[in-house]
């Protein structure tokens, strides 16, 4: 029974720093130009909602990529909107970090998204004069959230009309603090079976 405890607390371990988007850096799937207009489960590991459209950025006809090729483009033709469900443990704390830059034709120069997980929720402003697409000036952002449940949904929504985007790639979510009961919780489990078999 000892062995399934320090299991258990490795498993934890491995947890923490892991991180929990999948196709986080938007490279599948995989294209040769930018994809345009697209909806529902169109890249895999997301889901954009009903109502909503964004395109996947090439650099052979938009922007260089933070890494990778490929980058999100969170506008297709208006507001987009792009979300993840995570598998998480309520209240233990997660730090989300996503690349951010804005294609440098948006109106008005400044491209603005609102980031939301579990309770959290910011407005990320990104300027983007002076830059082009082959020098997008990306940069990492960092929301920190405390999961309320055991599913979080993590969502990008633009806060810009137009068919000129926030641009997004590399996002993350990696567990920082693993709630104190759920250690004391994986402890009196393991006492709990050591105390029946002694009976
Ligand atoms: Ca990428
Ligand atoms: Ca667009």
């Not at 994809?35 to 052979?60: E, M």
């Not at 309520?90 to 400044?110: H, K, R, S």
């Not at 055991?150 to 137009?162: A, K």
């Not at 603090?177 to 402890?187: F, S, T, Y």
Request: charged share 15%; hydrophobic share 45%.
């Amino acid at each position: 029974m000892c062995k399934t405890i320090i299991t258990t607390i490795m498993v934890l371990a491995l947890t923490v720093n892991a991180n929990l988007i999948v196709n986080s850096g938007f490279e599948d799937p995989a294209v040769t130009a930018t994809a345009y207009n697209l909806t529902g489960t169109d890249i895999p590991g997301w889901v954009i909602p009903d109502g909503y459209a964004v395109d996947l950025a090439h650099p052979s006809d938009k922007w260089v990529a933070a890494s990778g090729d490929q980058s999100l483009a969170l506008n297709a033709l208006t507001y987009g909107k792009i979300t993840q469900q995570i598998a998480t443990i309520p209240q233990a704390i997660y730090e989300l970090t996503f690349m951010y830059a804005g294609n440098p034709a948006i109106e008005g120069g400044i491209a603005k998204t609102l980031v939301t997980a579990a309770g959290s929720s910011q407005q990320y402003d990104f300027d983007t004069t002076g830059y082009t697409h082959a020098d997008m000036g990306w940069t990492q952002q960092v929301l920190v959230f405390a999961a309320t449940d055991n599913v979080t949904t993590v969502s990008f929504e633009s806060l810009i009309d137009g068919i000129n985007s926030p641009a997004i790639d590399d996002v993350s979510v990696v567990m920082t603090q693993i709630p104190e009961p759920a250690a004391i919780a994986i402890l009196a489990i393991g006492g709990l079976f050591i105390r029946r078999k002694r009976i």
